[in-house]
């Protein structure tokens, strides 16, 4: 490890160890959304030493997009949020490579946008991305990192195929569109906490530090305060991971 790295991370190393610090530098993540969660996961995760990642975004950054991150400022506004990000987070660790992808995660591209990576992370804001994500991730044997944020209220799960729950096994395709912060509102230290937990789930699942967040939901609400664990089981009529499927689309 070079003098200027093994400085950079000489606060974490202590806790980790240098083979899991090797584990991070070799590690590639795609972050798919690059608002509140996603502007704070990518951010973590290339501070960690996460040696790739790409971040994927179609949308531009706006005054409303400001509360919720430390990415942006006033000088972004009408830019595109992952050149923005990917520019800002190129700067840190030297070697590491940040890959903005001005994008929109569908069915039509994801083989393109997300093949190859070790681990991706839900960022987005609607269930199309988040089930398109989950489909891909199931296929290809992907571990991925749901997230979700409303007022002061967060979700996150960690799915990974091979006899565990997959996303569709909790809504089985019918929950379409949930509640939009731009009615329910949304805040930013909620946002924070729920991208704070993605990031540490990534990590765990490179470096196996300890067991990720299979197999329940985490719920938390910082009003109260609650951070309770829902279990979440298997659908063996689950039309993603259930056992009915024809073995060649498992
Ligand atoms: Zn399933």
């Known amino acids: 490890m070079e003098i200027e790295t093994f400085d950079l991370f000489s606060r974490q190393t202590p806790f980790i160890g240098m083979d899991r610090q090797a584990a991070l530098t070799q590690a590639k993540v795609a972050v798919v959304g690059a608002g509140g969660l996603g502007s704070h996961v990518g951010s973590l995760l290339v501070r960690a030493g996460v040696g790739v990642v790409r971040i994927i975004d179609r949308d531009m950054v706006e005054y409303s997009n400001l509360p919720r991150t430390a990415m942006y ?3 972004n506004i009408g830019k595109a949020k992952a050149f923005v990000a990917s520019q800002k987070l190129g700067n840190i660790v ?15 591209n994801v083989k393109d946008v997300l093949a190859g990576f070790d681990v991706i992370v839900d960022c987005t804001d609607n269930m199309d991305s988040r089930y398109v994500i989950n489909k891909f991730c199931v296929r290809n044997k992907v571990p991925w990192v749901y997230g979700a944020v409303l007022r002061d209220e967060g979700f996150s799960s960690t799915f ?7 996303l569709n096994c909790i809504y089985r395709m019918k929950t379409k569109e949930t509640e939009k912060t731009e009615n329910a509102g949304v805040l930013g230290p909620a ?3 729920v991208a704070s937990w993605q990031a540490m789930e990534v990590i765990k699942l490179i470096t196996g530090l300890s067991e990720p967040n299979f197999g329940k939901m985490l719920r938390i609400k910082l009003d109260k305060p609650v951070f309770e664990f829902l279990e979440i089981n298997k659908q063996e009529e689950c039309e993603i991971c259930g056992k009915n499927l024809p073995k060649n689309m498992v």
């Open 191 to 193: 946002v924070a906490m």
């Open 73 to 75: 400022d006033r000088s």
């Open 160 to 166: 990974r195929a091979g006899g565990r729950p997959c």
């Open 94 to 108: 030297s070697g590491n490579r940040v890959d903005g992808m001005i994008e929109n995660v569908a069915a039509s």
